[in-house]
């Protein structure tokens, strides 16, 4: 404790320590800070400072996927021949925004953001360049492109490809001696063959041993010639014939449709707009209102049979089409589960193909089961 004795006119003050009244040890007397602490919080801020700087400039291997946009298909369907139609209603197609340069920061935030996606970039890039995986994109969306527009075109009765012929991806033996992946099958023992499925049906029940007659040409339909290979037998069933190619229809575009239709999609890559594309062509070459007044998204892919496949990043999309206001979300019909969980008061729909599509459309009020060109509905 300390007590103030008088000396003369001095006041002095002394410091008598008692064992409740002790200095402790690195403390300073004056009020001052532990002297030990200072230097322990400097290398603190040092490793904070550090941390911080590897979280902003460290780049990590992963893709991070967050809600992108919600588009408008009206507006970018081109009509080259024949007459469109405008509708009240709309369809759009949803993309996602992926960020591939990821930092430790953004890393740690997806990882509890319900609207993003963290994905390792093996999954996504595979053995492709970044570079090259953009390119990939950009080719999957032409394919999709072309698809939806044959789908939409056949749902109106009109057919623009044609099957010319079955070409050959592969080729091994018997067949390697005779063919190669520059001929196309046209028929089989003098019996037109335009399909693979037509194909399959004539060789299919054919034994080991069994010779056929090949008529051949090449991928400019020029050169006929005849071969005759002999089958040979299955590796997983013996008792069955193999002629020993990998299939696929030779299709050629049909040039005389009375409708032409284009679709602009600048630089947005992949495949999972084929559904959108699809509805989007249809509203515009018929009259009538096929969405009913609404404002429909949709995401999903689509093959040439109509039908509805699965797409990456449907949360992301959700979430999207949440914050524009659609009035209904169509999606693969297995992937409406996970759409619903994060859909809020968005209505979801989950379909396996066009048809299914269409109804849930005509249910809503549109005109889906009455689709036709107008020459067509007279």
Known sequence: MATRMRHGNRLVTSIVNTADDRLQPGIDPTGGAPRHVKPVVAVGLLLLGLMAAALTFVRLPYFIFRPGTVNALSERIVVFKGESFPASG????TTVQQDSTVNGWEYLWATVDDSSLVVNQEDVLGERSRDENREFNIELM???????????LRHLGLDPFVATGVGMATVHDPAAEYLTTDDVIVAIDGIATMHVEELVALVKGRSPGDEIEILVEDLDGDNLRTVVVELAAREDDPTVGFLGIGPQTRWEDVDDLPVDVGIRTDKVGGNSAGLALTLAILEVLTPGELTAGLRVATTGTIDIDGVVGPIGGIRQKVF?????????????????????????DLRVE????????????????????????????G
């Open 350 to 377: 989950g379909v396996g193909n066009l048809e299914d599509a269409l109804a849930v459309l005509a249910e809503l009020g549109g005109n889906a089961n009455t689709l036709a060109l107008p020459s067509a509905s």
């Open 142 to 152: 032409r394919v999709s492109k072309s698809t939806a527009e044959a789908v939409a």
């Open 320 to 344: 999207a089409a949440r914050q524009a206001g659609i009035d209904l979300f169509l999606v693969p019909e297995h992937e409406a589960s996970d759409a619903r969980d994060v859909a809020g």
């Open 90 to 93: 709309e369809v759009y197609f």
